[in-house]
């Protein structure tokens, strides 16, 4: 009888320790392929897999929020603190950033690329009623999106311009591309689908307003007891370790010239109380 036991425990134990770890992110992280990169390494080394969810910010928090991810890597500092207020996340930590910026097509009909002014540049969209697509999906960055009509005083949902892909970034994207419209995207993923799409950069800078931060955080065991929250710390830390952070830096560098993801480790430069 103790044999049996023992031998149910020890194959409860190797089955636990060969479940994958459920990573809740967003498509911009994964469409721009860096978790191809970086993952490997920690599964190597550790024998821990990483199942990757990739959503919006928004069903990224839902999923967790029910216990369904052991962790979670997004980007919308609102969204996370409210996360952490309700005790359903534990040990955020800002992993690395790029930045938004407004794309769209080569003949850029409604003047964007000579703004020096984000919200310039979207009442300038506004005002001509040029096609623009919105992810429409609750992500980080159509919160920001919708944060930016905001500051610009615009409201452009309802308008016949304004158009909802309900769908990740790259889908967005494209869908942009064929519709020759503007849209919100992050660096990385459109770097890393440049070549894919006939969309041109045309709203590219420095902007405080433009930050784009991603943080990592395990879900809370005390709320949900049964989500893996070891292999989330372990995972934690590795993200953190000054050659996986270089990594970042230095994914597809060489090929776009620049980088797609600046590590912070673990510095955050927008505050998420």
Known sequence: MRRGFAALFLGLSLALAASPLRLATTTSVHDSGLLDAILPGFTAETGIPVEVIAVGTGQALAIAGRGDADAVLVHAPALEAQFLKEKKGVLHTC?????????????????????????????????????????????????????????????PRGQPWYLESGSGMGATLVLASEKGAYTLTDLGTFL????????????????????????????????????????????????????????IANYLKERFGQSLFEPLHGRCLIPVP
């Open 192 to 247: 890393f689908m440049r070549e894919k799409v006939r969309l041109e950069a045309l709203f590219d800078r420095d902007d405080p307003r433009m930050i784009n931060q991603y943080s990592y955080m395990a879900v809370n065991p005390e709320r949900f007891p049964w989500v893996r929250f070891e292999a989330a710390k372990k995972l934690r830390d590795y993200l953190l370790r000054p050659e996986v952070q270089e990594t």
């Open 95 to 155: 992993i690395a950033k790029n930045r938004f910026l407004i794309v769209g097509p080569p003949q850029d009909p409604a003047g964007v690329r000579w703004e020096t002014n984000v919200l310039n540049a979207l009442r300038k969209i506004y005002l001509k009623g040029a096609l623009f697509v919105s992810r429409g999906d609750n992500s980080g960055t159509h919160k920001k999106e919708l944060e930016l009509w905001q500051a610009a005083g615009l409201d």
